[in-house]
Every structure is written in structure tokens, then in C-alpha cells.
């Protein structure tokens, strides 16, 4: 298709550069198709941007293996320009299958093969497009029965900085091909590779073909995950991969997402002098780990340029003391912090992290288990928050009692909060609260165990639910889901989500009021007459109560859906490509795109 351009149209949607920058401005995939349809010069530009690719975004993620093959069957010259669009490149199905061949190991892969790369000339087209050339090449799963003796050469393309694999291709990389067009060294192959992420998903894959591949890369980012059905690396395997990852003295990030070889990172961390462990990767930004040890602990004050850390658990033997988190404590430069512990002594040494790493965004502490007064674990979230201006991104996993007042002094001391995760805490809030509060102008997602409002049963009231649903909405102006997230998961889950579709499609707000309120009487008929109007204690299951009733009928009024890990997914990888230039993205984005995407919607 050939578009001819008339730099003397009267009408400015006409024009390429115009078109260009409305495109630009469409962020979902149905809108970007429809732009399509309109004529030659918006389906340039918006096909450019389906095309275009995405490290992060899901959504925006290159069409599936199955999509490309019916593009190719239909027109090799609309394949060809389309591809030529191309900057991320991801061959990957609609929807992994599982090889039942791996029981019991749960590992996923690719059934369907590209047509496109039968023949050499074909597989040029998609793995070496004209133009730029490609920026990165993601293959998460092993295409079943492709047959790559042939094209192995064009595996990987030299202008690709990013490249995420599963294991099985590493050695297809230091493989020659019988094909080959040109002659050059493993050194000169992968002299632009920056950025290697590699999906074990196989334990009959050896290890020593992704060290030969280490050994010829200069890499500034390594991520390696294995999933948690998969049989973990072996002692002598984890000592060889950190033998060549300490070779790697520009690295940035080191993501390392092993689920059960606590002890063997511990193994192989002792097989390092001690002047080695202090020239340790002088370069890092980010650091991520399935699992730490002790001799991990003592290593992060020597990361100085540290910036992310994420620690999903401490290996069993490690005992959590003061001195533990000093450590972490004497990372200045920290943004982003992610911790699960398992238990913790004194929660009271958070306060240590705070203070001592000013700059903090992210500050997530989650699975933790730790008994105090609940009067004192709120002190501590609010100490915590007041030490941290900066903060973005909030998660405590402890169990407690907020009331309106603590959550007024958020909005004062974190201005910029975009997402408040504590799951297992308690809100209370008055009627004389929500009509004086200062609003949340950035806040996205709010997470509560549950919400108690005052005197549930005369909030129920027609327009007693209507005044809350307005002062709730100027309050968090942006939430985009119920903050309650339990609550869709009892009986009225079908009915909340009917509802509310229909509610917001085709009835008026004072028809919507008069039915909640018609409603509300006849559960409050229907609720336990003799439940006391006070507050119960923490432990209280608050299912048909008065207050469970109150909430999900204001989530109904307020339109909320059902919210997702998406929102916290994104503001991480935004960061971490702000940091380091590239995300560390897991396999599951693959296998579930539509959690790690970012849509209008939750």
C-alpha cells in the first residue's frame, strides 16, 4: 500500500505529523485498531505503534506467533512492511501450553511454529527487518519442533541490547550454523548485548552453556528465574553461574529468582575471599533475590550505588536481628525496597530503613508476623511514613487499627502516595471525617482488610450513602478499585459486578440511590438485630455484618471493579527503567499478559 501525501490539505487530520502525535496519545490496543481502519495515513501511523513492541506493557506486546502466521499466509509484502515497524520483538503463543512430558515438573511451552522461519529468506524478514534493525528479542518458552539448524545464525540480530530467553536456546546462541553468511567471533557476536534475561524451565539444560554465553557477553543486566515447580539449581551449578557473574564488573542489575536454593547461594557465596566479595559488581543499582542467606545480608552496605532491592524471603536458618537490617539500612541511595520476612523480632527497627534511606519510593515489607499492641503498630506505620516524604509506594503486612485521623496525616506527610497496600489492617472512619478530609490527589490503589464506617445502619440510608459516595469520591479522586478486595469473594460477588455494570450504563444516580435504599432496609431487617453498634475487635469476621452490607453497596454506587496487581506491577518496571534502562520481567507476564499490562481499566 502506497500513501501519497498532500502537504496542501486544508484538513489537519491529514497531515502525517498530526496523525502522528493523536496516535501517540491513544493507549489502548482496540482504540489503536480502529485508528487503523480510517485510511492510509492512520494506519501507518497507528500500525507502528501496534507493532512498535514493548519490554514491559503486555498489551502493547508484538502479535502472537498464531497472528504472525496469518499474516504471513495472507501477504508476504504486508508481513514484510509490518514487521519493518518492529523495535521489541516477541515470539511467544496466545497461551502456553503445558508439557505434560515435564510431570512433575509444571513447565510451560510453545506448541505452534513460526512460518516464517522454515526458509532462511522468511526468517530474515522477521529476525532482521529492515530499518533500525531490532532493539530487543524475547522468546519465553521453547517452540516445540522448530527446526533452527539452519537459521541459528540469525537467532540473535546484532543491533539487539535486550534479549529474554528460555535456557534452551542458550547453547543455539554459541552454535554455528551450517547457513551461515558471515564468519565472526562469540566476542563480536554479542558485543552490543547489554541486557540478558534467561527462563530456566528445564533442569535437563546444563548449566554450563549459559556460562559459556556469560563468557562472551559484557553485560550490564542479568536476570535468571526458575519457576517454583522446577527442581533448583545444584550446589556445583550455582557456584559455576556466580563464578561468571562475578566476571561481569559493569553490571547494573542482578536479579536472581531461584525459589529453593537458599543454602546453595550461601554455598557458593563462601567460595568468594574476602576482597573479591568487596569488588562485587561496583556498578550495582538493583538487586533481586528468590532467596538470602546471611553472607547476602552482609554484602548489601558494599552495593554503595544500590537503589533497588527486592528480597522475596530469608533462608530458614537466618535469624532477623537489629544488626540484619542495619544492613540494609546502610543502603543511602535505596528508592525501592521489597522484603518478605517471615518473622521479625522487634518491627520497631523498620524505622532503621526509614531513616536511614531518605530517598525512598517503594517501602514494602510484607508476610511478616510480629505481635504488639495494635496501638503500636499503628504508631509505627505513621513513623514510618512521616520518615518518608518521597514515598510513592506503601506496603505493610501488619495486622491493626487505623482511624481517620492517622489516615489524614498520609495525605499530609506523603503527598505523591500512589498505592497504600496494608491487607491486613482495619479503617475506621466518621461521617465528620469524611466531610472536613484532605483529599488524596495521587492515590490509585488502597488496600484494607476492611473498612468500618460510623454507625452502619443509619449510613445505609438513602441519602446518608449518597453523601459518603461524594465525599469519598473528592477524598481519593483517582482509586481505581474497591479497597476492600475480599469483599467480591462472598455471596454478593455476582450480583456487585451485574449491578454495577448496569447501574453505570443505563440508570440515572437517583434511581440507583432509591434501589440501595429500598435494599438497605430489607438487609438491615435481615441483619443480626442484636449486634452492637460499637466497633468489635480485630479478630471479628465481619461477613453480613452492617458494615460488610454499607461497603459493598457504596463499592456498587461508586462503579469500583475488582483490582488487580497491575497498577504495582508498572510503577516497579517503570522504575526499573528508569534506573537501569531495562525491567526485570517475570515468565508469568507471558503465560497472563492482562495482569501486567496497563489498560484504562483495572
Known sequence: ????????????????????MVVDNVHMVPDLLSCACVNGIWSVAALKKLYKGSLNDMQFRTPDIGSLNCLFVASRE???????????????????????????????????????????????????????GLASLTIPFEIEGQDWSLISDLLFPRTIKFLAIDDYYCGLLMASSNYSQELITS???????????????????????????????????????EPNGANGLTQSDTTELLSSLRRQENLKALALKIPR?????????????????GDLWPMLKLLSLGVGDQHWLEQFPKFEKLQILSLNRFAPEISITSQNIQNIAKCRHLRAIDIGFVELGDAIALLDIARGCPLLQKFSVRNLSFRREPELVENLCIDLLCALPRLEHFELGLRFRMDGASLQNLARHCPQLTILALPR??????????????????????????????????????????????????????????????????????????????????VDADEAMSDLDEESE???????????????????????SDWFILRTKLWKVLGYPVIHDKIQYMWQKNLEIETIGWPVVPLMAFSEPDEHSTTAKC
Not at 500500500?1 to 502522528?20: A, C, Q
Not at 554455598?267 to 568468594?272: C, G, I, P
Open 1 to 20: 500500500m502506497t500513501t501519497i501525501y498532500d502537504r496542501n490539505v486544508s484538513n489537519p487530520l491529514l497531515l502525517p505529523e498530526i496523525v502522528g
Open 78 to 132: 504486508r508481513f514484510r512492511r509490518n514487521i519493518g515497524f518492529v523495535k521489541h520483538l516477541l515470539l511467544s503463543p496466545e497461551s502456553p501450553a503445558i508439557d505434560e512430558a515435564a510431570h512433575p515438573d509444571v513447565r510451560l511451552h510453545c506448541i505452534e511454529k513460526c512460518r516464517a522461519m522454515r526458509h532462511y529468506q522468511s526468517a530474515e524478514l522477521l529476525l532482521r527487518p529492515q530499518g533500525e
Open 187 to 225: 566476542a563480536d557476536k554479542f558485543l552490543n548485548l547489554k541486557a540478558l534475561t534467561i527462563y530456566r524451565s528445564s533442569r535437563l539444560q546444563e548449566i554450563n552453556k549459559l556460562c559459556q554465553l556469560l563468557k562472551s557477553c559484557d553485560l550490564e543486566f542479568f536476570h535468571l528465574e
Open 261 to 277: 536454593c537458599a543454602l546453595l547461594l550461601g554455598s557458593a557465596s563462601t567460595t568468594l575471599g574476602g576482597e573479591e566479595q
Open 425 to 506: 489492617a482495619r479503617l475506621c472512619l466518621s461521617h465528620t471525617l469524611l466531610a472536613e478530609a484532605h483529599p488524596f490527589q495521587q492515590l490509585e490503589i488502597m488496600h484494607f482488610a476492611e473498612i468500618f464506617f460510623e454507625d452502619p445502619r443509619f449510613s445505609m440510608q438513602w441519602d446518608n450513602i449518597r453523601g459518603i459516595a461524594a465525599d469519598w469520591r473528592r477524598i481519593f479522586p483517582k482509586l481505581r478499585g474497591m479497597p476492600c478486595p475480599a469483599d467480591v469473594y462472598y455471596k454478593q460477588e455476582a450480583d456487585l459486578n451485574e449491578e454495577s455494570e448496569r447501574d453505570r450504563a443505563s
Open 522 to 544: 430489607g438487609d438491615s431487617m435481615g441483619a443480626d438485630e442484636e449486634m452492637s453498634l460499637s466497633e468489635p475487635g480485630l479478630d471479628f469476621d465481619d461477613y453480613e
